[in-house]
């Protein structure tokens, strides 16, 4: 069992602060109109446009999971996820 300090305490803490801001940044731009997209080069990146902000792989799959964000069903292969996604 590890005992945390103080200062391992304030770093996790300010990780999970930073995840929360940007998923409430992504979610309130989105709630304004923007899009989520997935994009495979080479690796899977998430962007929001219209500015091209990119977001943490992390943050998009808790937004995708919310309720009001919905996949348009725009996936490459059958089977896949959609690779947009919009705030209904």
Known sequence: MTIHSPASLRAKNRRLDRRIMEIN???AAM???AVLHLTYRPTP?????????E????????LIE??????VGD???DG??????RWV
């Not at 919310?66 to 996949?71: C, D, R």
């Not at 896949?80 to 996604?85: A, E, F, L």
Request: charged share 10%; net charge positive; glycine share 10%.
């Open 55 to 62: 977001v943490s792989a992390a943050a998009a799959q808790i």
């Open 25 to 27: 940044d992504v979610a």
């Open 80 to 85: 896949m996820p959609s690779q947009t996604y």
């Open 31 to 33: 709630r304004g109109g």
């Open 66 to 71: 919310n309720s009001n964000i919905v996949g």
């Open 45 to 53: 990146r998430w962007t929001l446009s219209p500015t091209g902000t």
């Open 75 to 77: 996936a490459l292969f």
